[in-house]
Every structure is written in C-alpha cells, then in structure tokens.
C-alpha cells in the first residue's frame, strides 16, 4: 500500500509533496463546496447566496424589520444574507427554502448563523409535508440567557443543555445541523458547532395538515422587543437519506 492507505496500483503511488485522496468528500470540499462540515446524507440543497436571495422566501413582521444580500461578514464564498429585526414586540424575521421531496426518508438541514446580542431567539424548523398530515420538528435557541430546546410531539419545548461558552459574536459563524427521520416520525440527531445530542427515538410533532408535498426548511429569528439587531446566514444545506 502507497501512504494514506491508498492501493498501490495505478497513479496513487507515492510523491515527494502531494498525495493523492481516497475520500471523493474530501476532493469535493478542496474545490470549494459549502458541504464542508457534516457530509452525511445526500444532498438534495445548498445556499450559500452565491446567486442571490431567489432560492428562500422571507416573511417580515413590523416596519424597521427587513433582510438583505451583504458580503461582510461570510462564512465562506462571497455572500451571506442578513435578517434584521425591528425594535418592536412581536419583530421576526424568516427565510423558508421550499423542496421537492425525492424519497422520504431522514432528512436533515444545517445552517451556518451568527449569535446576535439583541435577537431574542433563533428558531431553526425542518417540516415534511405528505398531503395529509405535517411532521414538524423545531429547534429553539434564546440567546440571553442561553436556553436550547426542541419541539416535542405535544407541542411541548423540552429543554436540552445549551452549548458551552457559546456567546454572541457579529462575525463569528456557528453552525447546527437537525436530522429527523420522517418514514418513523422520529428525531435523529442535533449538532451545534461541536456538541452532537442524541435524539433518536424521540417522537416528532404530526398534526393534520392538507398541503402539496413538500420539505420545508426555515431560519426565523425573533427580536428582543427593545432593540433593533442584526443576524447572519450562511451555508444553508439540505440532505435525505440520513443514517439514523
């Protein structure tokens, strides 16, 4: 065998300075894809803003709330989108990316995101839509104080333990991954930056819902009620076939 566990036939043997990879992934991330992170699953959608703000829609609450196409700050390539909340009761701010399942099965959605000071909360939601019933599953982040909870099947939130020393930051990216499988309506996994929570078994919220067929994926952030505050995306990815 070459170095790097590499088979030592072909063009794979060894060199003075490079070496060759055996991880196509690992190929795919060097020339440049946002699917650096979790690479588990099938992608089925990425973001990163590269081609404007077309691919989500937006909702807005209040006057002073809005949300735009900027280049500082960016967790990676040239674009991130800002999501403004109002200095109001009640301001949010969302972006929903609407897809066409292929197979149902256990999807996940990750999404890069700032920590601002003055957003109340960050809630991050992957929905499957069968024609009749809607299988919501909801991520909640409060920033002060530092709460994290899920959406239970009652419609509960149920608390988990926050991520230590996460603290609000401008510039600084955080990333959170969810994965729910929709064939058993059961959490997965939740990932946040470098803490993993095991979900598995963990029933999803099914209530009864006549729609079109659809994932739905959304980013929504609530104002403070006091101050006006500003919050990043970046790198929003979509994947099917999760291993559970």
């Not at 992957?126 to 599953?137: C, I, R, T």
């Not at 099914?206 to 609530?222: D, G, K, M, Q, T």
Request: charged letters at 15%.
């Amino acid at each position: 065998m070459s170095p790097h566990g590499l088979p030592d036939w072909g063009l794979t043997g060894p060199k003075h300075v490079t070496y060759g990879l055996d991880d196509v992934g690992e190929a795919v991330a060097r020339l440049g894809s946002p699917n650096v992170w979790d690479r588990r699953g099938d992608v089925i959608l990425v973001d990163d803003f590269r081609y404007g703000l077309g691919s989500p829609a937006f909702n807005v609450a209040f006057a002073g709330g809005s949300y735009g196409l900027v280049t500082d700050p960016v967790m990676g390539g040239g674009y991130s989108v800002r999501l403004t909340t109002a200095a109001a009761a009640g301001s949010f701010v969302e972006a929903i990316w609407h897809i066409i399942p292929r197979v149902q099965s256990a999807y996940g959605f990750e999404c890069w995101f700032t920590l601002a000071e003055f957003i109340g909360s960050y809630h991050f939601g992957l929905q499957y839509y069968d024609g009749v019933s809607a299988h919501l599953v909801d991520i909640r982040l409060n920033v002060t104080p530092l709460t994290l909870a899920y959406l239970s099947s009652g419609g509960v939130w149920v608390p988990l333990p926050p991520p230590p020393n996460m603290k609000p930051n401008d510039i600084l990216f955080h990333v959170l991954k969810v994965v729910a499988d929709m064939l058993t309506d059961e959490h997965v996994r939740l990932i946040i930056d470098g803490v993993t929570y095991p979900l598995l078994g963990i029933p999803v919220r099914v209530v009864p819902y006549v729609a079109n067929r659809e994932i739905l994926v959304a980013a929504h952030v609530n104002g403070n009620g006091v101050f006006a505050d500003d919050a990043y995306l970046d790198r929003v990815i979509v994947t099917q076939n999760e291993p559970t």
